[in-house]
């Protein structure tokens, strides 16, 4: 039973293992998206941004899993808050100047 039980846990530990060094071999860092300047700015531009800011957000979540270097991974995560952030301040100016 145990030698049964050490068995399925290898080989869902390899299987695991393959389909994760699969997706990470092919995993490439997303490309920041552009946010608009302010004399670029319209509705269409700015919901354009946000679709582009919400792909890199989740493929960069994605991309992420295959991080193994804490300190690489820390400043991943800082890029990522650091584009939201741009986006959200972009959008707060684009919703005063229509107001």
Do not use: W
């Not at 030698?3 to 490309?31: E, G, I, Q």
């Amino acid at each position: 039973m145990k030698v049964r039980t050490l068995a399925t846990t290898l080989l869902m530990t390899f299987a695991a293992s393959a389909t994760f060094a699969a997706t990470c071999d092919n995993a490439a860092l997303p490309a920041m998206p552009g946010i608009p300047a302010a004399d670029e700015r319209s509705f269409e531009s700015m919901l354009a941004a946000q679709n582009d800011v919400k792909t890199y957000v989740t493929a960069s979540k994605e991309y992420l899993k295959c991080v193994r270097s804490s300190s690489r991974h820390n400043a991943l995560v800082d890029q990522i808050y650091a584009v939201a952030d741009e986006y959200n301040t972009a959008l707060a100016e684009f919703q005063a100047s229509t107001r």
